[in-house]
């Protein structure tokens, strides 16, 4: 079920149903009188094939608030108002919506958007809070451009975010609990650049989707998030995380090191380029019949999650990640379990890359390698199923 409330990010919930649709998912929209407002009901009806209500007397023999409750696998709200997540908190019933929300047994997850004042206000601060302490979801939301000239922290977070983190609750209902509450996070993410003349550089294929998910995931779950992010694919900023952009591997280097500084975990899921070009072209390296090959000479790039590991401060936790492949000296297996004791991190995610695997694709597998020997199997799924995985491992190490 997605409901929707009666803010102007409305208009987005219709982004969020064709995501969902288009999944494969069966969409009942429940709006509010005021979503209405922003949105007509003819376009939820066309978006999802199904009729659209707002009010408790419309089909009454069917008795709709119990009956979308308890037949839906999960429960949006797109966007969360301040006023619904009010009514919500306190039990309120004036509406198909919310009294849908005091029948519903499944995961309920609420999407915020508002002016910052009012995110920050003490009152929605407890409502917030209160839902949370019975089981609900409330999102952090993005920051950014909101109503007017006004910006700040409660935009609504992007509709592919929120589509993949309505995918990972119903593939997996407990992925987003806020166990990562008071923990400061450093995820990198994405490819490194490494320019060889004004025109052309050495790359990567990486797209930077799980680094983002680990990010967005580790954001919901409580914890405060800086994603240091190479070059990806277009990707929406991860709702309440602090973005900071980077190209080569040195720049990478630079702002990883000075934000773990004041980090818990850091996880380095990020493609670093292991070379880079010892002389960088002031100008186009041309091709002409007249003139033999180019030789390139590479210069080896710092090993950045063997530097983490080295200076880490007391008890800080560092996760790394390794693409391998298999070849005559070993398995991927073996390649990871060899590179973890190498690195000397306390967590390795390793995957095994080609045949459509792990690079440039929206689901990832593999084996997570602890420190003291256990291993696991990642099994395939979303890249955010993955990254709720890495969240668990790395609770589990802090606890214990």
Same mark, same amino acid.
């Given at each position: 079920?997605?409901?929707?409330?009666?803010?102007?990010?409305? !208009?987005? %919930?219709?982004?969020?149903?064709?995501?969902?649709?288009?999944?494969?998912?069966?969409?009942?929209?429940?709006?509010?009188?005021?979503?209405?407002?922003?949105?007509?009901?003819?376009?939820?009806?066309?978006?999802?094939?199904?009729?659209?209500?707002?009010?408790?007397?419309?089909?009454?023999?069917?008795?709709?608030?119990?009956?979308?409750?308890?037949?839906?696998?999960?429960?949006?709200?797109?966007?969360?108002?301040?006023?619904?997540?009010?009514?919500?908190?306190?039990?309120?019933?004036?509406?198909? *919506?919310?009294?849908?929300? *005091?029948?519903?047994?499944?995961?309920?997850?609420?999407?915020?958007?508002?002016?910052?004042?009012?995110?920050?206000?003490?009152?929605?601060?407890?409502?917030?809070?209160?839902?949370?302490?019975?089981? %609900?979801?409330?999102?952090?939301?993005?920051?950014?451009?909101?109503?007017?000239?006004?910006?700040?922290?409660?935009?609504?977070?992007?509709?592919?975010?929120?589509?993949?983190?309505?995918?990972?609750?119903?593939?997996?209902?407990?992925?987003?609990?806020?166990?990562?509450?008071?923990?400061?996070?450093?995820?990198?993410?994405?490819?490194?650049?490494?320019?060889?003349?004004?025109?052309? !550089?050495?790359?990567?294929?990486?797209?930077?989707?799980?680094? !983002?998910?680990?990010?967005?995931?580790?954001?919901?779950?409580?914890?405060?998030?800086?994603?240091?992010?190479?070059?990806?694919?277009?990707?929406?900023?991860?709702?309440?995380?602090?973005?900071?952009?980077?190209?080569?591997?040195?720049?990478?280097?630079?702002?990883?090191?000075?934000?773990?500084?004041?980090?818990?975990?850091?996880?380095?899921?990020?493609?670093?380029?292991?070379?880079?070009?010892?002389?960088?072209?002031?100008?186009?390296?041309?091709?002409?019949?007249?003139?033999?090959?180019?030789?390139?000479?590479?210069?080896?790039?710092?090993?950045?999650?063997?530097?983490?590991?080295?200076?880490?401060?007391?008890?800080?936790?560092?996760?790394?990640?390794?693409?391998?492949?298999?070849?005559?000296?070993?398995?991927?297996?073996?390649?990871?379990?060899?590179? *973890?004791?190498?690195?000397?991190?306390?967590? *390795?995610?390793?995957?095994?890359?080609?045949?459509?695997?792990?690079?440039?694709?929206?689901?990832?597998?593999?084996?997570?390698? %602890?420190?003291?020997?256990?291993?696991?199997?990642?099994?395939?799924?979303?890249?955010?199923?993955?990254?709720?995985?890495?969240?668990?491992?790395?609770?589990?190490?802090?606890?214990?």
């Amino acid at each position: 079920m997605l409901g929707v409330g009666g803010g102007i990010a409305a !208009y987005k %919930a219709c982004e969020v149903l064709r995501g969902l649709t288009e999944s494969g998912h069966d969409v009942r929209v429940v709006p509010t009188e005021a979503a209405l407002k922003f949105v007509g009901a003819a376009t939820f009806e066309a978006l999802s094939g199904h009729p659209v209500h707002t009010g408790v007397f419309t089909e009454v023999d069917q008795v709709q608030h119990v009956r979308i409750g308890k037949e839906a696998d999960l429960v949006l709200v797109v966007p969360a108002t301040a006023d619904l997540m009010a009514r919500a908190a306190h039990g309120r019933a004036d509406d198909l *919506l919310t009294g849908t929300l *005091l029948t519903a047994r499944c995961p309920v997850a609420f999407f915020p958007a508002m002016h910052t004042e009012m995110w920050e206000h003490p009152a929605t601060r407890d409502n917030v809070a209160l839902l949370r302490s019975r089981g %609900a979801v409330v999102t952090e939301p993005a920051a950014g451009r909101l109503t007017g000239a006004d910006t700040g922290k409660g935009r609504l977070a992007d509709p592919a975010e929120i589509v993949d983190l309505a995918r990972l609750l119903l593939a997996q209902p407990s992925a987003l609990p806020r166990d990562l509450e008071g923990l400061r996070v450093v995820v990198s993410a994405g490819g490194t650049r490494e320019p060889l003349d004004p025109v052309r !550089y050495l790359g990567n294929r990486s797209s930077g989707k799980q680094g !983002y998910a680990l990010a967005r995931v580790a954001a919901q779950r409580g914890a405060e998030v800086t994603l240091v992010a190479g070059h990806t694919v277009e990707l929406p900023e991860p709702a309440g995380a602090v973005l900071r952009r980077v190209s080569t591997a040195e720049q990478m280097r630079e702002v990883v090191h000075e934000a773990a500084k004041e980090a818990d975990v850091v996880v380095m899921a990020a493609a670093v380029a292991d070379f880079r070009p010892a002389n960088l072209s002031g100008h186009k390296i041309k091709k002409t019949d007249d003139q033999p090959d180019p030789v390139i000479t590479l210069s080896r790039n710092p090993d950045i999650l063997a530097e983490l590991v080295t200076n880490r401060l007391p008890g800080q936790v560092i996760v790394g990640f390794a693409a391998e492949t298999g070849d005559e000296r070993g398995s991927v297996l073996d390649h990871g379990r060899a590179k *973890l004791r190498r690195k000397g991190c306390d967590l *390795l995610v390793l995957n095994a890359v080609g045949d459509g695997r792990a690079f440039e694709v929206e689901e990832n597998a593999g084996w997570l390698l %602890a420190a003291d020997g256990t291993e696991r199997p990642i099994p395939l799924g979303s890249k955010a199923q993955l990254a709720a995985a890495v969240w668990d491992a790395v609770g589990e190490f802090i606890r214990h």
